[in-house]
């Protein structure tokens, strides 16, 4: 344990040194996102809200703070690769990772997490929230019940649910670095597979909203990732078993 806290001080102080350049493209993400938010909440609502529901505030500042909150979440995610190299560099010395990935390696596979995370928002927001708002409508709607929805609670619930599934697209991407990293051997992964699964579905109960089908959404995706995940890993070690033999 002492190990763990002392290598989390080292990537802490590293980061440190980089608070500058992180905090400059998260405040950069937040201001500029901040002011084209009006259309994109407008075009929200075009999009997701089912026909026959509205959307009121039931707070004065309720709208100011929701558009803070997701100035807030898009500059975070635009500093967060910046994070995660800063880390990488830390842990390569530190922990002397058997397998250092070329700088071009890297750039392919920053690009294909970058990729990935927009078709997992693309996959939540054009398809699958649109199915799970219009279901929620209905199953409401049947009971007499006229839908209402808090524009904070609405939009919130998008982000949470196209934020989780964009991740879930990311995981494959996770297990190949640790994996060729040599960070996790890909028997550990396969070994705690069950114990993984049942982490994701706690994860999902606790963001998103009390039912059943809002957190069987998020789960399966992320169970889905990880095995393919786990298959790219695979490939990924046969192959470079392979080169080095070769070698």
């Known amino acids: 344990m002492a190990g763990i806290f002392e290598e989390l001080g ?3 102080e590293a980061i440190k040194k980089k608070l500058i350049l992180i905090f400059a493209v ?19 609502k075009q999009d997701l809200l089912p026909e026959g529901a509205t959307l009121i505030y039931i707070s004065p500042v309720e709208v100011i703070m929701l558009k803070l909150k997701i100035a807030l979440v898009i500059g975070v995610i635009l500093a967060v690769p ?16 058997k397998n ?16 990935l995370f927009i078709i997992g928002v693309s996959y939540s ?11 929620l409508y209905y199953m409401s709607s049947a009971t007499g019940v006229v839908a209402t929805y808090s524009i904070y609670e609405f939009v919130s619930f998008v982000i949470i649910i196209t934020l989780i599934l964009g991740i879930a697209f990311e995981v494959p991407i996770f297990i190949v670095f640790a994996v060729h990293s040599g960070l996790v051997p890909i028997a550990t992964l396969k070994e705690y597979r069950r114990y993984i699964y049942v982490l994701m579905f706690v994860l ?26 786990l298959l790219a890993a695979r490939f990924v070690d046969r192959k470079r078993s392979v080169s080095v033999q070769a070698s």
């Open 82 to 97: 910046l994070v995660c190299y800063y880390v990488y560099k830390t842990l390569k010395v530190r922990l002397g990772i």
């Open 204 to 229: 999902a109960a606790f963001f998103t909203p009390p039912d059943v089908v809002s957190q069987l959404i998020v789960a399966f995706p992320l169970v889905i990732f990880y095995e393919i995940g």
């Open 10 to 12: 080292y990537i802490t």
């Open 26 to 44: 998260m405040l950069a993400g937040f201001f500029v996102s901040f002011q084209l938010l009006d259309p994109v909440l407008e075009k929200m």
């Open 100 to 115: 250092p990935m070329k700088k071009s390696h890297l750039i392919l596979l920053l690009g294909s997490a970058v990729s």
């Open 125 to 135: 927001y054009f398809l699958m929230l649109r199915f799970v708002l219009k279901y």
